[in-house]
């Protein structure tokens, strides 16, 4: 049963792991938690894995996507490339406060040099310090967007290989 996916399909699934599970994966006879959506089963765009780390070892904080603290555990996927907000847990509905959710993809965005991608929605923010917030993230975001785009250009330009 080595390398098997531990199957949850919903966040509140994966945080409540029970303890035979906990132990399953910190001896490894599970590689990972699929998770297979964030409310529902099939409200994410795939499905994706996290890995168990050892909380001492990882001093991350939750922040409802990439790192999941599970019981005594901690749960972790790296998102390459792109990270869509609905892994976070923002999914576009009206009712919903999204604020804490794009926060945190927000943070992660700029901590690992991702791009964000938020499908279409209505996603709420109830707060009055949005304005500054969003501000500080999207300065640092377009500045670090600039200059990868300066030196794309400039590669280019001089036919540099990396």
């Not at 804490?100 to 993809?105: A, D, K, M, Q, R």
């Not at 500054?132 to 030196?151: A, C, E, G, P």
Request: one cysteine or more.
């Amino acid at each position: 049963m080595a390398n098997q996916f531990l199957v949850k399909e919903t966040m509140v699934a994966m945080q409540g792991l029970s303890a035979t599970e906990i132990t399953a994966l910190q001896n490894g006879t599970y590689e990972g938690v699929q998770l297979l959506g964030y409310y529902q089963k099939g409200d994410t765009p795939a499905p994706i894995i996290y890995h168990y780390v050892d909380p001492l070892d990882d001093p991350r904080p939750e922040d409802g996507g990439s790192v999941i603290v599970a019981s005594s555990i901690k749960l972790i996927h790296k998102f390459i490339g792109e990270v869509n907000v609905r892994y976070f847990g923002a999914n576009g509905l009206k009712t919903q406060n999204c604020f804490s959710y794009i926060n945190n993809v927000f943070k992660y965005a700029l901590a690992n040099s991702v791009d964000i991608y938020h499908p279409s929605g209505y996603y709420n923010f109830f707060t009055s310090n949005i304005q500054r917030i969003l501000l500080l993230y999207w300065t640092r975001l377009l500045r670090y967007q600039f200059l990868k785009m300066v030196l794309l250009s400039l590669i280019r330009r001089f036919r540099v290989r990396i």
